[in-house]
C-alpha cells in the first residue's frame, strides 16, 4: 500500500529526473493522491494508477476526467473547485462499482441531462452539485434523485422518503431538507490527512447517513417495527403458556443456571452428605446411596444392581434398626401391644438327670411350645420387617420434603439472581441512553460549533473577497480614467492634427488660385500686347 501526490512540475523537474522511472513504476500501487490547490490543469498521470482508491484533485483548473477511467476501486473522488463543464459518458461511470462518494460542486456544471449519466454508478451513496449553475433549474434535486437510485444524500442533506414517493404528504419531521436531514459530509479539507484517515472519514460518513435515515425515515422504521414483531412472534412459541414471572424465570435460568448447573448439583451433594452421614450397615447405606444418586439425578453404573439387593433386603430379628424420635414412639407402642398379645414364657430348666420317661402329654405341650415360640419369632420378623418399611418410607418422604425445599430455595435464589440481572440491564440501559444523549449532545455541539466556524470562515473570505472585488474595482475605475484621458487628449491632437492639414489645404487652394488668376492676368495682358501690336501693325 503506498501514498502519493502526483505533481507534473516535481516529476519534469532536471533534480528528479533519475527518480522519474521508479515514480512511474509505483503509480500502479497507489491509493491515495491528494493534490489541492496545486493549479493543475490535467490528470494524465493518472491513467496506470490502477489500485486508486482515494483521489483528491480540488481547488485546480481541470477540464476533463477521463484518464479517471482506469481507476475502478475509486472510493472517493473529491473534484471541488476545478472548471468541469461536462461529465464522461455512462461507461464511464458503470466501471467505478466501488464509488460512494462524489464531490462535484463549485464546478461549471450547466446542462441536467448530463449529469444524469451518474446514475450508471451503481454504489453511489452521497453525492455534491450545490455553487454550480445546474443546481439553479427547478426540479434538479427531484431529477436525480430520482435518476440515481443507490444515491441517499445530496448536497449536505440526506434524501427524505418524500421526495422518492410521488405525493406523499408527510409530518415536518419527515420533510424535504429538514434541520434533521442536515449532514455535512463535505467538510474542508485537513493538512496532513493519511489513507487511514481518508478511509475512516468514509466509514463516518457513510455510517452517520444511515443512522441519520433510520430514524428519519417513515419506511425503514416501520420495516424495523415488522422485523421485531416477526422475531417476537417466532420467540413467543417458545414461551406460549407461561406467566410473565414464569417467562422471566425461565429466562433466567437459561441464562444463569446452563452455565453452573454442574457446580449446583455438587454443591448440593456435598451439603446432603454433611448433613446426613450414613451410620447403618453395608446394606442399608448401599441403598442410600442408590436414593441419593436418583435424586441428585445421576446414572450410576450400579444401579441394577443396588435394585436387585433392595428386593432381597432384610435385617435380622436380633438386630435393631435406627429410628429417629416419631419412629422409635411408633415402635415402643407396638412393643406395648405385642406383651399384651404375647405375654412372656418361661424358659424350661435345664435336666441333669438322666433321660426320663417321656410322656405323650408333655411331648404335646413341647410341641405346642416350639409353634408358639417359631410363631413369635416369625412375627418379630413380620414386625421388624413392616417397622424398617415404614422407616424407609418415612425417610423418602422426608427426602422428598428436603427436595423440594431444595427446589423453592434454588427458585427463590433464581428469581432473586433474575431480578438483581434485570436491575442491573436497566441501570446499564440508563448508563447507555445517558451517555447516548451526552455523546448526542456533544455531537450536536461540535456540530454547531463547526457550523458556527464554517460560517464565520465564509464570512470572512467574502469579506476578503469583497475586499479583493472594491481594490479591483478602485483599480479598473483608475485604468478606465486614465484610458479616457488619453483617449481624449488622443482625439484633440488628431483634431488639431485634422484642422492644420484642412489650412494647409486651403493655403495651397489659394495659392493655386492666385497663381492661376496671375497666369490668366499675364496671359491677358500678352493678348492684349499682341492687339496693340496687330493694330499698329495694321
Known amino acids: 500500500m503506498f501514498h502519493g501526490t502526483i505533481i507534473e512540475e516535481l516529476i519534469n523537474h532536471e533534480e528528479w529526473s533519475h527518480y522519474n522511472e521508479n515514480v512511474i513504476h509505483d503509480q500502479k500501487d497507489f491509493v491515495f493522491v491528494k493534490s489541492n490547490g496545486l493549479h493543475l490543469k490535467s490528470m494524465e498521470n493518472l491513467q496506470t494508477c490502477i489500485s486508486l482508491r482515494v483521489c483528491i484533485f480540488s481547488n485546480n483548473f481541470i477540464t476533463d476526467i477521463h484518464p479517471l477511467q482506469s481507476c475502478i476501486k475509486l472510493i472517493k473522488l473529491d473534484l471541488h473547485g476545478n472548471q468541469i463543464k461536462s461529465l464522461p459518458e455512462i461507461s464511464f461511470w458503470s466501471g467505478l462499482k466501488n464509488l460512494k462518494l462524489l464531490y462535484l460542486h463549485d464546478n461549471g456544471f450547466v446542462n441536467l441531462k448530463?449529469?444524469?449519466?451518474?446514475?450508471?454508478?451503481?454504489?453511489?451513496?452521497?453525492?455534491?452539485?450545490?455553487?454550480?449553475?445546474?443546481?439553479?433549474?427547478?426540479?434538479y434535486r427531484h431529477v436525480l434523485v430520482n435518476?440515481?437510485?443507490?444515491?441517499?444524500?445530496?448536497?449536505?442533506?440526506?434524501?427524505?422518503?418524500?421526495?422518492i414517493v410521488q405525493n406523499w404528504q408527510l409530518p415536518e419531521r419527515f420533510k424535504i431538507c429538514n434541520d434533521r436531514l442536515f449532514f455535512n459530509f463535505c467538510?474542508?479539507?485537513?493538512?496532513?490527512?493519511?489513507?487511514?484517515?481518508?478511509?475512516?472519514?468514509?466509514?463516518?460518513?457513510?455510517s452517520k447517513i444511515n443512522e441519520i435515515l433510520a430514524h428519519?425515515?417513515?419506511?425503514?422504521?416501520?420495516?424495523?417495527?415488522?422485523?421485531?414483531?416477526?422475531?417476537?412472534?417466532?420467540?413467543?412459541?417458545?414461551?406460549?403458556?407461561?406467566?410473565?414471572?414464569?417467562?422471566?424465570?425461565?429466562?433466567?435460568?437459561?441464562?444463569?443456571?446452563?452455565?453452573?448447573?454442574?457446580?449446583?448439583?455438587?454443591?448440593?451433594?456435598?451439603?446432603?452428605?454433611?448433613?446426613?452421614?450414613?451410620?447403618?450397615?453395608?446394606?442399608?447405606?448401599?441403598?442410600?446411596?442408590?436414593?441419593?444418586?436418583?435424586?441428585?439425578?445421576?446414572?450410576?453404573?450400579?444401579?441394577?444392581?443396588?435394585?436387585e439387593c433392595d428386593t432381597h433386603f432384610s435385617i435380622s430379628a436380633f438386630r435393631l434398626p435406627i429410628y429417629t424420635s416419631s419412629s422409635l414412639k411408633y415402635a415402643a407402642v407396638l412393643n406395648e401391644k405385642?406383651?399384651?398379645?404375647?405375654?412372656?414364657?418361661?424358659?424350661?430348666?435345664?435336666?441333669?438327670?438322666?433321660?426320663?420317661?417321656?410322656?405323650?402329654?408333655?411331648?404335646?405341650?413341647?410341641?405346642?411350645?416350639?409353634?408358639?415360640?417359631?410363631?413369635?419369632?416369625?412375627v418379630r420378623k413380620l414386625q421388624a420387617r413392616s417397622d424398617i418399611d415404614k422407616y424407609h418410607t418415612e425417610q423418602k418422604k422426608q427426602a422428598l420434603l428436603r427436595e423440594k425445599q431444595r427446589a423453592v430455595a434454588?427458585?427463590?435464589?433464581?428469581?432473586?439472581?433474575?431480578?438483581?440481572?434485570?436491575?442491573?440491564?436497566?441501570?446499564?440501559?440508563?448508563?447507555?441512553?445517558?451517555?447516548?444523549?451526552?455523546?448526542?449532545?456533544?455531537?450536536?455541539?461540535?456540530?454547531?460549533?463547526?457550523?458556527?466556524?464554517?460560517?464565520?470562515?465564509?464570512?470572512?473570505k467574502?469579506?476578503?473577497r469583497r475586499?479583493?472585488?472594491?481594490?479591483?474595482?478602485?483599480?479598473?475605475?483608475?485604468?478606465?480614467?486614465?484610458?479616457?484621458?488619453?483617449?481624449?487628449?488622443?482625439?484633440?491632437?488628431?483634431?488639431?492634427?485634422?484642422?492644420?492639414?484642412?489650412?494647409?489645404?486651403?493655403?495651397?487652394?489659394?495659392?493655386?488660385k492666385h497663381m492661376i488668376v496671375q497666369q490668366k492676368l499675364e496671359a491677358e495682358k500678352h493678348q492684349m500686347e499682341l492687339h496693340k501690336l496687330m493694330k499698329e501693325s495694321r
Open 187 to 206: 467538510p474542508a479539507l485537513r493538512k496532513g490527512t493519511t489513507y487511514e484517515d481518508e478511509l475512516n472519514n468514509i466509514k463516518y460518513v457513510i
Open 114 to 139: 448530463n449529469i444524469c449519466v451518474l446514475s450508471a454508478c451503481p454504489n453511489l451513496v452521497a453525492l455534491t452539485l450545490f455553487d454550480c449553475p445546474v443546481s439553479l433549474k427547478g426540479g
Open 462 to 464: 467574502v469579506k476578503v
Open 147 to 163: 435518476s440515481v437510485l443507490s444515491l441517499k444524500a445530496l448536497d449536505r442533506y440526506v434524501i427524505s422518503d418524500e421526495e
Open 410 to 460: 434454588m427458585a427463590h435464589v433464581v428469581k432473586e439472581r433474575a431480578n438483581l440481572t434485570i436491575l442491573e440491564k436497566l441501570e446499564k440501559k440508563k448508563c447507555i441512553s445517558q451517555k447516548l444523549a451526552e455523546r448526542h449532545h456533544e455531537t450536536i455541539q461540535r456540530g454547531l460549533q463547526r457550523l458556527w466556524q464554517d460560517r464565520f470562515n465564509y464570512l470572512a
Open 338 to 378: 405385642k406383651q399384651d398379645l404375647f405375654p412372656p414364657v418361661a424358659q424350661p430348666h435345664p435336666v441333669t438327670h438322666s433321660k426320663p420317661v417321656i410322656k405323650t402329654d408333655a411331648l404335646s405341650k413341647r410341641n405346642a411350645r416350639r409353634e408358639l415360640s417359631a410363631r413369635r419369632s416369625d
Open 216 to 307: 428519519n425515515s417513515p419506511v425503514l422504521i416501520v420495516q424495523r417495527w415488522i422485523r421485531g414483531f416477526l422475531v417476537r412472534k417466532h420467540l413467543s412459541l417458545h414461551f406460549r403458556g407461561l406467566s410473565f414471572c414464569a417467562q422471566l424465570e425461565k429466562a433466567a435460568q437459561w441464562k444463569c443456571l446452563t452455565d453452573r448447573q454442574q457446580l449446583l448439583r455438587e454443591e448440593a451433594g456435598e451439603k446432603w452428605e454433611r448433613m446426613h452421614p450414613i451410620k447403618s450397615h453395608p446394606e442399608q447405606s448401599a441403598l442410600s446411596t442408590r436414593h441419593y444418586h436418583l435424586r441428585i439425578g445421576q446414572e450410576t453404573g450400579d444401579e441394577i444392581e443396588d435394585e
Open 467 to 512: 475586499a479583493l472585488f472594491v481594490e479591483e474595482m478602485k483599480q479598473k475605475a483608475a485604468d478606465r480614467s486614465v484610458i479616457q484621458n488619453f483617449s481624449n487628449e488622443r482625439n484633440f491632437l488628431i483634431k488639431a492634427m485634422l484642422k492644420i492639414e484642412k489650412l494647409e489645404k486651403d493655403e495651397n487652394v489659394l495659392r493655386e
